[in-house]
């Protein structure tokens, strides 16, 4: 007996160590590894304006697109001069909103401006003798201005690192720009425009201060920085030298001019309205500052690559060329699959676990679209394991991992439910309260907002089929679809969604409620009850189109779309979305010849590369305007990817071809494959841009033959079909709902490219570029080959 209780108590100390260690572990990943949230700030937002959080409905845009609306004429007296500061209200994209979070200013070092003494924005504190902040508030800055000041920094010969000039001791490196050799020192300038950090950096000319610069050692180009993240609104977000200087260093070397501002990084906000209007300005400021340049040539990866196609689309001229690092067509659009991929991955670990196909990670693939790999130790995996030791639902997860997951896992509760948002601690609790934090509320101007308060979604996901295009191939069984779609719902509407226990770490170091998932603000059902789906508002949907939020494929620019190839890393960055983009401006224009789409190697970037190609672009169009942008493409101008050393694997017009496309497989696409989405999987459009589908009813989509090889299957099981389905089923060759019928703005005349009128190249009407349709589909529709009951309460067309 004292041997078993001894043994007993043995396995008991054990376990508990075991499971001691694994919640530390669970701990110190979570902690060393994860996203989480900071800590209160020494000057939180304390306060708002009155008014501005009484969440009033709003109607969703309705006006001209950006593309043939007019703007207002500049007001400011441009340049800001140093120790002046920049305009606070902006010039056409609407009211500032609050709270608004003031970020730091590295380069200075300084605090922002007391613009008020209500209590209104940040505390701003006095300092002591030697400069450093006390604890004693001399007022507050609601608006987050800084002086406009000039640092000088060089590249050290000694290790390459940048340094502040004054620090200099005889190790200033040397570049030669213009045909001769010059120190690299640069000039960098930072301050506020529209309430956002901007800067300014060029080589340091001959002869100049700080309030005169020199052109001597500028190459007559500039370089518009765009950054990426995912942004809600209300933030400024921070600069340093590292945001411009080192980032864009090579460029510096070669004589470049770079401009930046927070206000083009989307971690701070989606507004493209606010983008373009900062752009404006920035431009405006470094043209009285130096000159006008050549052309200007955007840059920037992923929502810096957004901003430059919705930019050149909306408002041709303030890029002249675009170089889109790891692109998305946009913003919104986005949205659509990335949605789906939570509720699905909860299907698959939760809902179907004892279904053993979906143990086997890449067995997903067919139905998210998204590339999986078994063995692939995703960033989760630990917290999952420790998790395991006290939810159940973590024991069984399989092992690898897909896109979902290590891409795209913490989007949904950040851009999508008004309850939470990563640094609501830099907020006084009563304001982050009252705060609606969501993209869609970033963008209420555009998506308006209902009588409830809350910014109306354009996320819709009614008659989708999961996993039809694995149905109509056989690989996917007709009890596993229709469970599957069955259980799939939608996300809870703003008014019914609670906490993210996602982001466990909001103080406790390991809730026992933890969710991967988020699955509590999700509608989930069953075959005998389905779930609920969502429906996105029209009048959002009309408005994000209008407002120029969404890339219709109008581009006139040279663009050449670079990419490292990274779906062996699982990233969230893959290679269909430069797929995408060029099927939408072919789709606009009856070509794409302006856009080049690269794709390499992680170990070589092809940065510079595009900048000469460019750079000849630009030069040709100088000398013979009236050939267009397509007419100037340079002979090296081509499609092409590269390997780990630089060497180009393939290069030329069919080099991508492939199923995307209906073509042979090109050299690049077989060396580096693109994968799907799940909205592509449920048989949409490659375009990704159908927010809202048409319904048919399911008879009408068996009598089609949109069910393939399981047509026969479907028809057995039509009334769960129809219980799953209430309202109908995709219908991917009618435009979707919400959708412009036509033209938004006109496609005739000229545009500007740096400087030079160029003629528009539309090669036929928009209408007779159609996305090429779904398996199935596209055929007159036939009798149903067997006698099916119609149902009396489905929708008619």
């Known amino acids: 007996m004292e041997a078993n209780m001894s043994w007993r108590a043995r396995i008991l100390s054990a376990v508990t160590v075991s499971v001691a260690l694994l919640v530390a ?90 613009d008020n003494h209500e209590g209104e924005g940040i505390p701003v504190f006095a300092l002591d003798g030697e400069g450093k902040q006390t604890d004693e508030i001399v007022g507050y800055s609601r608006d987050c201005s800084h002086k406009t000041a000039v640092s000088y920094f060089y590249r050290s010969a000694r290790d390459g690192k940048f340094r502040p000039l004054q620090e200099a001791v005889g190790d200033i490196d040397q570049v030669t720009v213009n045909g001769k050799t010059t120190d690299f020192v640069v000039r960098l300038e930072t301050g506020t425009i529209n309430r956002f950090f901007y800067a300014i950096a060029a080589l340091r000319g001959s002869g100049e201060t700080a309030e005169a610069p020199n052109t001597s050692n500028w190459n007559r180009r500039l370089i518009y920085q765009f950054r990426g993240g995912v942004g809600v609104g209300r933030r400024q977000g921070n600069i340093g030298k590292s945001a411009i200087i080192e980032r864009r260093e090579d460029q ?27 752009a404006r ?31 050149a689309q909306n408002a041709p ?53 998204l590339a999986a790999h078994k063995d692939f130790d995703h960033r989760f995996a630990v917290l999952e394991k420790a998790a395991s030791l006290l939810d159940g639902r973590y024991r069984d997860i399989a092992d690898g991992a897909s896109e979902c997951v290590q891409g795209w896992r913490g989007l949904v509760p950040l851009v999508n439910n008004p309850n939470f948002v990563h640094f609501s601690k830099s907020f006084a609790d009563d304001v982050a309260r009252k705060t609606h934090w969501t993209h869609w509320e970033d963008l209420r101007p555009f998506y308006g907002s209902g009588r409830n308060g ?78 609920r789906r969502s429906a996105a508002s029209l009048e959002a949907i009309r408005g994000i189109y209008r407002s120029g939020h969404v890339f219709l494929g109008d581009v006139e620019i040279p663009i050449v779309d670079v990419r490292h190839y990274l779906e062996g890393e699982l990233d969230m960055h893959h290679s269909l979305a430069s797929f995408v983009t060029r099927e939408r401006i072919k789709r606009a224009r009856g070509h794409s010849d302006n856009q080049l789409i690269w794709v390499s190697n992680k170990a070589y970037n092809p940065i510079d590369e595009a900048l000469d190609i460019i750079d000849h672009w630009m030069q040709k169009i100088a000398d013979h305007p009236e050939r267009g942008v397509a007419g100037n493409r340079p002979v090296e101008a081509t499609d092409r990817c590269f390997d780990d050393q630089g060497n180009v694997i393939a290069a030329g017009k069919s080099v991508w071809n492939g199923q995307w496309n209906h073509q042979p497989i090109g050299a690049c696409m077989a060396h580096f494959p693109i994968y799907s989405t799940s909205r592509q999987m449920a048989g949409g459009p490659i375009t990704g841009d159908v927010f809202k589908c048409a319904l048919q009813p399911v008879e009408r989509a068996i009598a089609k033959g949109v069910y393939g090889v399981a047509t026969s299957a479907i028809i057995d099981r039509v009334d769960d079909l129809r219980r799953v389905f209430p309202d109908g089923v995709c219908n991917y060759n009618e435009p979707g709902m919400g959708s412009p019928k036509g033209p938004l703005f006109p496609r005739r005349g000229t545009i500007t490219v740096a400087g030079h009128e160029v003629n528009v190249d539309y090669r036929q009407p928009v209408e007779q570029v159609a996305a090429e349709p779904v398996e199935g589909e596209g055929r007159e529709a036939l009798a149903t080959p067997v006698s099916i009951k119609p149902d009396p309460e489905a929708p008619r067309d």
């Open 454 to 531: 809350y910014a109306n979604s354009a996320w819709d996901n009614q008659g989708v089929q999961y996993g039809l295009v694995a149905l109509q191939q056989g690989n996917l069984g007709v009890d596993e679809f229709l469970k599957l779609n069955a259980t799939i719902g939608g996300w809870k509407a703003p008014t019914e969604q609670g906490g993210e226990n996602l982001w466990f770490m909001n103080g406790d170091v390991f809730p026992i409620k933890l969710s991967v998932w988020s699955e509590q603000n999700m509608n989930l059902g069953s075959l005998d009850n389905p779930a």
């Open 281 to 311: 300005r920035l431009k405006k400021q470094f043209e009285a500052l130096y000159d006008e340049p050549l052309y200007t040539v955007g840059i920037g990866g992923s929502g810096g690559a957004i901003q430059q196609y919705l930019i």
């Open 252 to 278: 510096l070397a070669r004589g470049y001019a770079i401009v930046y501002s927070t206000a083009n990084q989307t971690s701070n906000h989606y507004n493209i309205w606010l983008a373009e209007d900062t």
């Open 317 to 369: 001229g303030v890029i002249d060329a675009a170089l889109p690092l790891y692109s998305y067509p946009d913003m919104v659009s986005q949205t659509i699959y990335v949605f789906d991929c939570e509720p699905l991955e909860y299907f698959f670990d939760v809902v179907d676990v004892d279904n053993p196909r979906w143990q086997d990670v890449t067995a997903r693939t067919p139905v998210l679209g």
């Open 25 to 114: 572990v669970g701990g110190w990943y979570g902690y060393e590894k994860l996203p989480r949230i900071p800590g209160v700030p020494k000057a939180p937002v304390l306060g708002v304006p009155e008014g501005a959080l009484n969440h009033e409905p709003i109607a969703a845009y309705s006006g001209e697109h950006p593309r043939k609306s007019g703007r207002p004429a500049e007001y400011f007296p441009f340049p800001i001069a140093i120790g002046a500061t920049g305009p606070v209200e902006t010039l056409f994209s609407g009211p500032s909103t609050y709270p608004f979070l003031c970020g730091d200013n590295d380069v200075t070092g300084l605090q922002p401006l007391v």
